[in-house]
């Protein structure tokens, strides 16, 4: 069973950093992509970076420059380095990997649990 873990989120103040991590363990063969979501309340939720296999990279226009996506093949872990945070990044943050299950020839995506931050003064 795969399953996505979370961790980092928190309250910081405006212009602070705040680092997330998402770990993906069980019995995983591979992994395509893993993105980073968020959802503000009363909003859909929305893409805010995505890295591929090979390590192209997306980023949601609002958070360039200001936030990346590095991340540890080797641990199945990826990082949401958020920098210069503003009160409109405050949402709940969500893992998201598309990843083929040992064991499957098919892909299929998984959601992490999700992870509040909140950024204010």
């Known amino acids: 069973q795969v399953q996505l873990a979370e961790s980092g989120g928190g309250l910081v103040q405006p212009r602070g950093s705040l680092r997330l991590s998402c770990a993906a363990s069980g019995s995983i063969f591979s992994i395509n992509a893993m993105d980073w979501y968020r959802q503000a309340p009363g909003k859909q939720r929305e893409l805010v970076e995505h890295?591929?296999?090979?390590?192209?990279?997306k980023y949601k226009d609002s958070v360039e420059g200001r936030f990346t996506i590095p991340r540890d093949n080797a641990k199945n872990t990826v990082y949401l380095q958020m920098n210069s945070l503003k009160p409109e990044d405050t949402a709940v943050y969500y893992c998201?990997?598309?990843?083929?299950?040992?064991?499957?020839?098919?892909?299929?995506?998984?959601w992490g649990q999700g992870t509040q931050i909140t950024v204010s003064s």
């Open positions: 998201y990997a598309n990843l083929v299950p040992s064991g499957s020839r098919l892909s299929r995506g998984y």
């Open positions: 890295i591929s296999i090979d390590g192209i990279t």
